[in-house]
């Protein structure tokens, strides 16, 4: 079946600009989380949804950055005023049900985003 | 706060060699811990996922323990191959929904 895709693949904006990356989790997962992979590092926590429900987002790293998923499926993450130190692979996650730590989460491919 | 480590960092060995990769956590209070690969440009592929409860997890040549009360589990891969170079990465998943990942261990196998 499909597994998780996120768009665009890559992604270049001038300091300033706005984005929105897209994730699109596998079909019927409840869970879905996005992190954020900095160059050499392994991926950091950025925030979770459980279903529309945003039940944690301790790991934005500023006000600049919101994410949502309205009708429990497709989610995106927002960054405004994009700084260069916002340029990492944003890593998307879905897991089957929700409210249990006992789940593998599935990764989508990354979305690359380059600051210039 | 929950911290992984994983050493060595990178590893490079000839192919055929049995090897074993480290993955270290501060908190012992787990629910689970999952082994990934990450391939250059990639997202992550989950190898195994190995419950609090558990000791171990085999998959093919992959073979991955967990030490809950040390706070350690080691990944052993045997007669690598150079399709076995990539970024391995551990995560442990505490009582918060989400992982904590550590830095990963470059592995290059040379042919």
């Known amino acids: 079946g499909a597994g998780v895709s996120q768009s665009p693949r890559y992604k270049v904006a001038k300091r300033g600009q706005d984005v929105a990356l897209r994730c699109d989790p596998i079909s019927g997962h409840v869970s879905l989380f996005w992190y954020q992979q900095a160059l050499g590092q392994g991926p950091e926590f950025l925030t979770y949804?459980?279903?529309?429900?945003?039940?944690?987002k301790s790991g934005l790293p500023s006000d600049r950055f919101f994410a949502e998923r309205p009708e429990g499926s497709v989610s995106t993450l927002k960054i405004q005023r994009t700084q260069q130190e916002d340029s990492a692979v944003y890593l998307c996650?879905?897991?089957?049900?929700?409210?249990?730590?006992?789940?593998?989460?599935?990764f989508g491919p990354g979305t690359r985003l380059t600051v210039l | 706060k929950q911290e992984v480590t994983q050493i060595p960092a990178a590893l490079s060995v000839p192919e055929g060699e049995n090897l074993v990769l480290n993955c270290s956590f501060t908190?012992?209070?787990?629910?689970?811990l999952q082994w990934f690969r990450q391939d250059p440009g990639k997202g992550l592929t989950s190898l195994l996922l190995?419950?609090?409860?558990?000791r171990e997890q085999t998959s093919g040549r992959l073979n991955a323990s967990l030490d809950k009360s040390s706070g350690r589990s080691t990944l052993y891969i045997a007669a690598s191959q150079p399709g076995d170079s990539a970024t391995y990465l551990c995560?442990?998943?505490?009582?918060?929904?989400?992982?904590?990942f550590g830095p990963g261990t470059r592995l290059s196998v040379l042919p």
């Open positions: 190995i419950q609090s409860s558990q």
């Open positions: 908190d012992s209070a787990i629910y689970n």
């Open positions: 995560a442990v998943r505490g009582y918060g929904q989400n992982f904590v």
């Open positions: 949804f459980q279903n529309e429900a945003q039940l944690d």
């Open positions: 996650a879905s897991s089957p049900t929700g409210g249990s730590s006992y789940n593998e989460q599935f």
